[in-house]
Nanobody, 123 residues
Framework: QVQLVESGGGLVQSGGSLRLSCAAS????????MGWFRQAPGKEREFVVA????????PYVDSVKGRFAISRDNAKNTVYLQMNSLKPEDTAVYYC????????????????WGQGTQVTVSS
């Protein structure tokens, strides 16, 4: 079992920045690909970005390319999501997820999930 805990969400004005963190415990963190997903009220959970176990593959959804960046610190068992130039449409609960080795973009390909952290972007 892998336990994931997100933090760093909050309220920010349009154009501002936030950095989300996802702390992992329970298994060997470096062997897992990590992903960020988000879900707005009344909408399906959608893929945002992921990072492979090696860090060499980092797919992003088109809407966040150039604004968001994923990184990982295996020594701290933590993955980060740096979010810049935030827009109101980025408002959602952001979830961290983990799967073995290779990054994927479908939610049902991830095995472990955190509880989520709320990001709200005001106009």
């Amino acid at each position: 079992q892998v336990q994931l805990v997100e933090s760093g969400g909050g309220l920010v004005q349009s154009g501002g920045s936030l950095r989300l963190s996802c702390a992992a415990s329970g298994r060997t963190f470096s062997n897992y690909a990590m992903g960020w997903f988000r879900q707005a009220p009344g909408k399906e959970r959608e893929f945002v970005v992921a990072i492979s176990w090696s860090g060499g593959i980092t797919p992003y959804v088109d809407s966040v390319k150039g604004r968001f960046a994923i990184s990982r610190d295996n020594a701290k068992n933590t993955v980060y999501l740096q979010m810049n130039s935030l827009k109101p449409e980025d408002t959602a609960v952001y979830y961290c997820a983990a799967r073995w080795m290779v990054a994927r973009v479908r939610a049902n390909e991830y095995d472990y999930w955190g509880q989520g952290t709320q990001v709200t972007v005001s106009s």
